[in-house]
């Protein structure tokens, strides 16, 4: 993850109406710069942009919008990376955006177990495979969200967490990594997805540790060891 604060770049797009504001970079620089019209709130730019995000993507999981064409990309894809420059410009531009929208998720599950009591588990993978990488259990990442607190308070989690994001990795991640791949080309985009060497297969730890506990406890590796 990158972090909280966003990409400093200037903003290439006029303001959009809010009412036609879409979850990209385009419309959520729009309603930022709605929201930065209050001078005690353009002092807090990552917390402006989390709350623009917010204002976007409120709604989404309702919105009767799910449907996708076999093997394709929700109409968002296209709109997301519309506009945007090519290249390594406009891939740190989405991965920008990407990351606080992912610590956006983060910050809001742990919010909501903290005022409810109770455990959310969030388990995300990305389509795209980093280059070199094999469609193997090995080389997929996942981001992984649970309380630290209740990890801590019983152990045995972590090993439920393992079993758990192995059986993701292997029933669920694989075949949306083939899937991305296939909708990729579909939509006419070119990728090399082994430009370079093919990465090694390594054993990783069952509990990693991450340093941004106690914020969040992430699997920024693949497929842990399972100790049964």
């Known amino acids: 993850m990158s972090g909280n604060t966003p990409v400093a770049t200037k903003n290439p797009f006029s303001r959009i109406n809010i009412s036609r504001c879409r979850f990209n970079v385009a419309g959520v620089d729009s309603v930022r710069g709605h929201l930065a019209t209050d001078g005690a709130l353009a002092a807090h730019d990552a917390k402006l942009d989390a709350a623009a995000m917010a204002f976007v993507l409120s709604g989404s999981h309702r919105d009767g919008r799910h449907a996708t064409p076999h093997n394709q990309f929700h109409e968002d894809f296209r709109v997301f990376r519309a506009n945007l420059a090519t290249g390594k410009a406009g891939y740190d531009i989405r991965k920008s955006f990407r990351d606080r929208a992912s610590d956006l998720l983060f910050d809001t599950a742990t919010a909501f177990d903290r005022i409810n009591g109770g455990a959310t588990l969030v388990i995300q993978v990305n389509g795209a495979m980093q280059p070199g990488a094999l ?85 920024m590796v693949t497929h842990p060891r399972i100790l049964a």
């Open 135 to 219: 469609r193997v259990p090995e080389h997929v990442k996942t981001n992984v969200y649970f309380p630290p607190s209740l990890l801590e308070e019983v152990p045995e989690f972590g090993i439920a967490l393992a079993r758990i994001n192995q059986i993701f990795v292997e029933d669920i991640a694989l075949r949306v990594i083939s899937r991305w791949e296939t909708a990729f080309r579909k939509a006419g985009y070119s990728y090399d997805f082994k430009k370079v060497d093919t990465l090694p297969t390594v054993d990783h730890p069952l509990l990693p540790s991450f340093e941004g506990l106690p914020r969040a406890l992430r699997f």
